[in-house]
């Protein structure tokens, strides 16, 4: 028989080929080295830029040298228990204010999620979370999550977080849900990203703490807070967002997500929580119980990248391309601002195109991640191949040798495609500088275009 008549080819085939007609299809991207000259990176995470480190790539060939220990780590967690893993938690702890016994490594930020939503809430409890939450929560409340309800709200918004758990706490099934929230003898975990991965916007932590208290008084609503991208880039040293807004410690916030793998320029995550979840997870999270633990290489990688946050290296990297954000987007705005291109073709970052609030100048408010939004015009509807995410994700490519990339349907909502800039600390003035201009002169033509009533063919990546 051959393969490609199987009939389980016809069905993977039928089901990509529906994938690439809805233009949705995903396919790794061409071989590339993160020092590649040819084209300038405008899409990895690596903001601090500590993956091209001379600095961090010398101290950690240095660092293996002297490690006795450098290959595999021999089996999982529970198993083996490297001296090198467990110090390495100790260290973590005293970096972020921690106690050691809740403080947990795990091989990604992805485990660490499906590990603790998978298993920390409870038959009876309830999940509220973020619309634009991560797919790890999602799928760490597919694996066997015995909380009785998951509800979203809407992103970073406040109000709509009151409302949901007003209608929680009035719900009145069989089971008292609402009666058992407010007596406290059910809980509420309430997840959301510190920084939104293709927003750049900030979850209100300390709103939404304050939600919480004023709303279920027994101190049964707990905030779990991902700072899967704020990590080495806010606060003191680094420490992300719930350091920069002084909650560290915070009695309402259960666990704490950091991970190693964007900023970082490593690999692993570490969960800081309490004690006794940390202990629960140990005994029933399968992506940490079912695996091998991180190689010391790994470890020793995260560990050096730790050592550039504690001597201050990462906060000057921080400042650097955070104050590189701010001028991005500034003087984004003002060109297209003086070319007449209106929010109808493009959209810089999620806040209103205008709007430019006085404390904005600080910053902690801005981000390394800032979207491009590509609305599609009413007249060019009609033709469903053009995209103009992809298009000026390929003008830039094709012209001025900039790889950013669209993001489109089902990673955001659908007409909210984008093209998503990442910026790094090792950007040099003139690379930022070509984007904006690759950026206006996108913005030009397809204005154009658009007035002409040209109708766009797609421009293929
Ligand atoms: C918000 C958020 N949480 C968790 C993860 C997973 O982290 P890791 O890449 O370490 O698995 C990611 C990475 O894509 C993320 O963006």
């Not at 396919?27 to 830029?49: E, G, H, I, K, Q």
């Not at 406290?184 to 939600?211: N, W």
């Not at 990248?305 to 955070?322: I, K, N, P, W």
């Not at 489109?408 to 984008?418: A, C, L, Y």
Request: a neutral charge; one cysteine or more; aromatic letters at 6%.
């Amino acid at each position: 028989m051959s393969s490609t008549s199987s009939a389980l080819n016809q069905a993977l085939e039928a089901t990509l080929e529906s994938r690439a007609k809805r233009r949705i299809l995903r396919r790794l991207p061409p071989p590339s080295t993160p020092t590649a000259t040819t084209v300038v990176d405008f899409t990895s995470n690596d903001y601090l830029s500590l993956s091209i480190s001379p600095h961090l790539h010398n101290h950690l060939l240095t660092t293996l040298s002297h490690s006795e220990h450098i290959l595999g780590s021999g089996g999982s967690r529970l198993l083996v228990n490297p001296v090198t893993h467990h110090d390495l938690e100790l260290r973590l702890a005293t970096f972020f204010r921690h106690t050691q016994e809740g403080t947990l490594l795990f091989n990604s930020g992805y485990d660490a999620n499906v590990s603790f939503f998978s298993t920390v809430p409870q038959p009876g409890d309830v999940v509220v979370y973020d619309e634009y939450i991560h797919a790890s929560v999602h799928d760490g409340l597919r694996s066997g999550c015995r909380a009785q309800k998951r509800v979203s709200f809407r992103n970073n918004d406040t109000t709509s977080l009151i409302s949901v758990l007003e209608g929680l706490l009035d719900e009145n099934d069989k089971n008292g849900l609402g009666l058992r929230l407010r007596n406290g003898t059910s809980s509420l975990f309430l997840a959301v990203e510190t920084v939104y991965s293709m927003d750049g916007t900030f979850a209100p932590l300390k709103a939404m703490i304050q939600v919480l208290e004023d709303l279920l008084p027994c101190r049964n609503g707990y905030l779990i807070a991902d700072e899967a991208h704020a990590t080495g880039l806010y606060g003191p040293q680094g420490r992300g967002r719930v350091a920069l807004e002084g909650l560290e410690g915070h009695p309402r916030i259960l666990a704490r997500l950091c991970t190693f793998g964007k900023a970082l320029a490593a690999t692993g995550a570490v969960i800081l929580t309490t004690p006794l979840v940390a202990r629960y997870m140990t005994n029933y999270a399968r992506p940490l119980v079912y695996t091998t633990a991180l190689s010391h290489l790994a470890i020793i990688a995260a560990s050096c990248s730790f050592d550039m946050l504690e001597d201050g290296t990462a906060e000057a990297l921080a400042e650097r391309v955070l104050g590189m954000s701010r001028w991005f987007s500034k003087q984004l705005r003002e060109q297209l601002r003086e070319e007449n291109i209106g929010t109808e073709f493009l959209r810089v970052g999620i806040e209103e195109f205008d709007k430019e609030e006085p404390e904005r100048s600080s910053l902690h408010f801005h981000s390394p991640i800032i979207p491009l939004l590509t609305p599609p015009p009413p007249s060019l509807t009609e033709n469903k191949s053009y995209s103009p995410a992809h298009d000026l994700s390929s003008h830039l490519l094709t012209k001025y040798r900039i790889h950013a990339r669209p993001i489109t349907w089902p990673t955001v909502p659908k007409g909210q495609d984008r093209v998503r800039i990442c910026l790094h600390a090792g950007h040099t003035e003139e690379q930022v500088a070509a984007l904006v201009e690759g950026v206006v002169e996108w913005g030009k033509m397809r204005a154009r275009a658009v007035q002409e009533g040209r109708v766009m063919v797609r421009n293929r990546l």
